[in-house]
C-alpha cells in the first residue's frame, strides 16, 4: 500500500490565536506546537498497510432523535467508515449524510484542542493555552468565590446535546445547588398549546411513531420538513405516499418536503393557526364533525356558565397511585338527552347533548361546543383567507381531507410556525380541530411531533444515579433567556456547549450580558459562537471519543444502545463525565459521582424490568452493542385515554380565561405582521428553519458541508430585483437589534415578502455578525403558565436587505 501523507488543510480561525506574537508560544508551552495547523492533528502523518483495524458501535444523533446505530471502522486509530449497524433488523437501518460526515467532522479544524485562557478582551477571541489543572482550578475558584459573595444560585450552569459523548446526566447542577435558568423556550410553542387539551408530552415521538404514516389516507404536514429536519425519517413519508396517502404539505416556502407531496399550501408567515381556525369553522358549518367522538372523548359537551366562563362542575378528591397524595380536580356536568337534566360527564348510561343552553339554579349553562360556534363567527372561510393569504376553497379543501378522507394525520415540527408568538394559538386550535373529527387514538391518525416512536416506558425501568438529598439545583428564578433582560443573581456561569447563543435571541443584548459577568467559562467540541466571550475553554470529545471502552445508553426507538469506544480523544479533550469529576472534585464531591461509564451504564441496567429485564453489558456486547426491547411492531396508540384531569380531549381552557384564549384567539404575530408600523422600516419577514446539512449550529465545523452550504439567505426573485440583489452577492441584513452580512441566494421557492436562513451557524463563518443578531427575543406573558414557558419567536422577526 506504500506511504500516504494525510492533510486537510491548515487551521485557520479568525481571531482564535490572532494578533498575539505569544501565540503559537502559548501551544507550545502547552506541548502542542504543531497544533497551530489541521496537518499534524488530523490523521496520523504516515498510513501503512500493516496499520490496525478495528470495528466500534455506538449511537449516533440526538439533536435530530435520529438515533441511528452506527457502525464505525478505525483504522490505524483513525475514524474511516461509518456504516449502519448491521445487528438491529434491515427495516432499522439507518444513516444520513450527517452520520457519513462525522468521519470528517471529527477531524474538522474548528476542533478546541487544549484548554484555553483569555488574554484579551471578552470578544475577542484572544486565548492562550493553559493545563487542564490550571483550567479546572480557575473554574472552581471562580464559582466558590461568587457562592460565597452571592449565594449559590449565583452560579448558573446548563448542558446542551453537543457537547457531550455521553450525555444524559447532569451532576454539577445538583451538587453545586446551581440556578439552570428554567425553561428553555425553544421548540415548544405548539406543545405549550396542545398540552392542556391532550396531555402533557402526549405530542411528542415518544408516542408518536410515522410507522403509522402509511395507515392514513391523509398525512398534513405542517410547517414540518422531514426531508431535512430528520432525514431518516423520510422513508415514512415516501411509505404513505406509496400506500395512497395524500401528501399535504403547509409552509411558507416550498422546502424539499414540500416538492414530494401531493399538494403544498404556501401560507403566509405567522398565520397558521390562522388557517387551522378556518379549518374549524368549516367543518362546524358543514357537519363534518364527529358525534360519537365529540361525546365518548372530548370535553365539547361539558357544560360552562355563560356568566363567569368557569366550566360547571362537582369537586373531587383524586388519590395519586405513586405518591398517595389526595388533590381535588373538577368533574364537569353534561346535559343528558336521557333524562333533561344535569349530570356528571362519566356517569354510566348517558347521552350527552353536544349543543343547547338551560337554565339551572339561576344559571344559564350552555355546552362548549354552543360557545365555540357562537365565539368563531367572525373567523369565516373569507377571514382565514385574508389572513393567510390561501384561497377560500383552498381551506375548506384541506378541512374536507382532514375530516372526510380519513383517518389522517397532522404532523408539525419543531421549527416553522412553531417560533412565532402565537405558536400556542397555534397548538391550541390544533386540539379543536382534533376534537371535532376523532383524528386521533386510533389506527393510521393522530396530532403531532412524529418521529419513530417506541416504548419509552421500558427507558423509565432505567436506574436514575442518585445523589444524597442535600444535592439538589437551585430553584430557578430566572429563565436563561429572560437573564439580559430581568434582574437577576447570576454572576458566574459554566455551559457545556453554547447555549447562549443557539437557545436565545436577539444575540447583541445576550453577549452584552454575558461580558458583564464576573466570569464565564465553556467546554464544547468546537469554536461555537460564544468560545470567543468565555474566561476559561475546555475542549470536549465527541460521542466517537472516550478514555474508556464504554460510553452512553441510550434509547434508540426500540432497541437500547450501549455505546462503544471508537477513537482516543483528540487533542486534550475530556468526556463531559470526566470534566464533571475534575471539576467536583474541587469540592471533594467526585466521589459521589460514577467512576466511570461503564459503572454509570451497570447502575442504570442494574434494576432493568419491563421489556429491558435481563439486559446486561454483557449481553450487549455479545449483540454489537444493541438490544431489541420493543415486543411489538404495532405502531398505533392503544386507546382514546388522554392524560388530562378528565381523561379526554379537553378543548376549553379554563385557566387561560384571564388571557382571553379559553377557545383559541387568534392573535397576530408579534412583529412579524403587515399593519406592524415596523414594517415600512423593515418590509420582509426573517424565517430560519432545518437543513439537511446541519442541525441547528451542529456540523458548522464540517469543511465538507462547508463547500457547498455557508450562511446563505433564500430571497424570492421579485425582492431581490427591487434592491439590485444578484445570487452570490455579499448581502447585509439588518433591524433594531442589529445586522449581519452573508452571501444572497435568489430562490423561487421563497415567498416575496420573505428571506429564509437555515438555522444558525458559528459568527466566524459570516464576514460580519451572525443570524441571531437580528431575531427576536419577545415573550408571551401568558405562556409562564404553560408546561414549557414562553417560546422564543425566532422567525417572528422583520428586517430590511440590502447590497454590503
Not at 487544549?114 to 473554574?139: C, M, Q, Y
Not at 477513537?567 to 468526556?575: A, G, N, Q
Not at 465538507?704 to 430571497?715: L, T
Request: net charge negative; aromatic share 10%; glycine share 8%.
Amino acid at each position: 500500500m506504500g506511504e500516504k501523507n494525510v492533510s486537510q488543510g491548515t487551521l485557520s480561525r479568525r481571531g482564535f490565536l490572532k494578533a498575539t506574537g505569544a501565540a503559537a508560544g502559548a501551544l507550545g508551552l502547552a506541548g502542542a506546537a504543531g497544533m497551530t495547523t489541521a496537518q499534524d492533528w488530523l490523521a496520523p502523518a504516515q498510513a501503512h498497510a500493516e496499520g490496525e483495524e478495528k470495528v466500534a458501535y455506538l449511537c449516533h444523533q440526538f439533536h435530530c432523535l435520529g438515533n441511528c446505530c452506527l457502525k464505525c471502522t478505525v483504522r490505524d486509530g483513525r475514524l474511516a467508515l461509518i456504516e449502519p449497524n448491521d445487528a438491529v433488523r434491515k427495516e432499522d437501518q439507518r444513516i444520513c449524510l450527517r452520520g457519513i460526515n462525522e468521519i470528517q467532522h471529527v477531524y474538522a479544524a474548528d476542533r478546541i484542542q487544549t484548554p484555553l485562557k483569555r488574554v484579551g478582551e471578552r470578544g475577542e477571541g484572544k486565548f492562550e493555552a493553559i493545563s487542564w489543572d490550571e483550567a479546572i482550578e480557575t473554574i472552581a475558584n471562580a464559582i466558590k468565590e461568587s457562592q460565597e459573595k452571592y449565594g449559590d444560585n449565583s452560579f448558573f450552569f446548563r448542558k446542551s446535546t453537543e457537547a457531550s459523548s455521553a450525555h444524559g446526566f447532569d451532576f454539577l447542577s445538583k451538587l453545586l445547588h446551581a440556578e439552570t435558568g428554567g425553561n428553555w423556550g425553544l421548540d415548544r410553542g405548539q406543545a405549550n398549546g396542545w398540552n392542556p387539551g391532550a396531555g402533557v408530552g402526549s405530542w411528542s415521538p415518544g408516542n408518536n411513531s410515522l410507522a403509522e404514516w402509511p395507515l392514513a389516507s391523509t398525512v398534513i404536514f405542517l410547517g414540518d420538513n422531514i426531508l431535512e429536519s430528520g432525514i431518516v425519517w423520510s422513508r415514512g413519508l415516501f411509505d404513505a405516499k406509496e400506500a395512497g396517502a395524500k401528501i399535504i404539505t403547509v409552509d411558507t416556502r416550498f422546502s424539499p418536503t414540500a416538492s414530494k407531496s401531493d399538494q403544498w399550501i404556501s401560507v403566509k408567515p405567522g398565520t397558521d393557526a390562522a388557517l387551522i381556525i378556518g379549518m374549524i369553522r368549516a367543518i362546524m358549518d358543514e357537519g363534518w364533525c364527529d358525534e360519537e367522538f365529540i361525546k365518548a372523548h372530548t370535553g365539547y359537551p361539558y357544560l360552562i356558565d355563560e356568566a363567569t366562563g368557569e366550566i360547571y362542575g362537582e369537586m373531587r378528591d383524586v388519590t395519586n397511585e405513586k405518591t398517595g397524595e389526595v388533590t381535588q380536580k373538577k368533574a364537569p356536568y353534561v346535559w343528558d338527552a336521557v333524562s333533561s337534566s344535569a349530570r356528571l360527564y362519566d356517569e354510566e348510561g348517558i347521552d350527552p347533548a353536544i349543543e343547547g343552553s338551560w337554565k339551572l339554579d339561576g344559571r344559564t349553562l350552555t355546552t362548549e361546543f354552543s360557545v365555540l360556534k357562537k365565539a368563531y363567527e367572525p373567523y369565516t372561510l373569507d377571514w382565514a383567507s385574508q389572513i393567510t393569504s390561501v384561497p377560500s376553497e383552498t381551506i375548506k379543501g384541506l378541512a374536507d381531507d382532514y375530516a372526510n378522507r380519513g383517518p389522517a394525520f397532522i404532523c408539525f415540527g419543531l421549527g416553522g410556525p412553531d417560533k412565532y408568538a402565537n405558536a400556542d394559538v397555534l397548538g391550541h386550535a390544533l386540539v379543536l380541530v382534533t376534537a371535532l373529527t376523532g383524528n386521533i387514538g386510533k389506527k393510521g391518525c393522530g396530532t403531532g411531533w412524529y418521529g419513530a416512536g417506541g416504548a419509552f416506558h421500558s427507558t423509565t425501568a432505567l436506574r436514575a444515579w442518585e445523589l444524597p438529598d442535600e444535592f439538589k439545583a437551585a430553584k430557578s428564578e430566572c429563565e436563561m433567556y429572560n437573564m439580559p433582560y430581568k434582574d437577576n443573581n447570576i454572576h458566574v456561569a459554566l455551559t457545556f456547549g453554547d447555549a447562549f447563543t443557539l437557545e436565545a435571541a436577539d444575540a447583541n443584548s445576550m453577549l452584552d450580558w454575558v461580558k458583564s459577568l464576573d466570569f464565564y467559562a465553556i467546554c464544547d467540541i468546537y469554536h461555537s459562537s460564544a468560545v470567543d466571550y468565555a474566561d476559561i475553554v475546555l475542549p470536549a470529545c465527541t460521542k466517537f471519543e472516550c478514555d474508556e471502552e464504554i460510553t452512553d445508553l441510550r434509547n434508540c426507538k426500540g432497541y437500547l444502545a450501549l455505546g462503544q469506544k471508537c477513537i482516543d480523544p483528540l487533542f486534550e479533550s475530556k468526556t463531559d463525565l470526566e470534566v464533571e469529576r475534575l471539576i467536583a472534585a474541587q469540592w471533594g464531591y467526585d466521589q459521589y459521582l460514577p467512576k466511570s461509564h461503564e459503572e454509570y451504564a451497570r447502575h442504570r441496567l442494574s434494576e432493568a424490568k419491563g421489556n429491558i429485564e435481563g439486559f446486561t453489558i454483557e449481553a450487549f456486547k455479545a449483540n454489537q452493542g444493541v438490544l431489541r426491547f420493543l415486543d411489538s411492531d404495532e405502531p398505533m396508540r392503544s386507546s382514546c385515554q388522554f392524560t388530562t384531569e378528565t381523561g379526554r380531549l379537553e378543548p376549553y381552557y379554563e385557566k387561560q380565561i384571564k388571557f382571553g384564549q379559553a377557545f383559541p384567539v387568534y392573535e397576530t404575530p408579534n412583529e412579524a405582521f403587515e399593519e406592524n408600523p415596523l414594517h415600512e422600516q423593515y418590509p420582509l419577514v426573517f424565517v430560519q428553519g432545518k437543513s439537511r446539512f446541519r442541525i441547528h449550529a451542529y456540523y458548522s465545523a464540517s469543511s465538507w458541508f462547508q463547500e457547498y452550504f455557508g450562511p446563505v439567505v433564500n430571497i424570492s426573485p421579485g425582492d431581490a430585483q427591487t434592491r439590485g440583489i444578484e445570487t452570490g452577492d455579499e448581502v447585509r441584513i439588518s433591524n433594531d437589534r442589529g445586522t449581519f452580512v452573508c452571501t444572497a441566494l435568489v430562490n423561487n421557492a421563497i415567498q416575496p415578502g420573505t428571506l429564509f436562513m437555515a438555522e444558525t451557524t458559528y459568527n466566524h463563518y459570516y464576514p460580519e455578525g451572525f443570524l441571531q443578531n437580528v431575531t427576536n427575543s419577545y415573550r408571551q406573558e401568558r405562556c409562564y403558565e404553560m408546561t414549557h414557558g414562553p417560546q422564543i419567536p425566532y422567525n417572528d422577526t422583520l428586517v430590511e436587505i440590502e447590497k454590503a
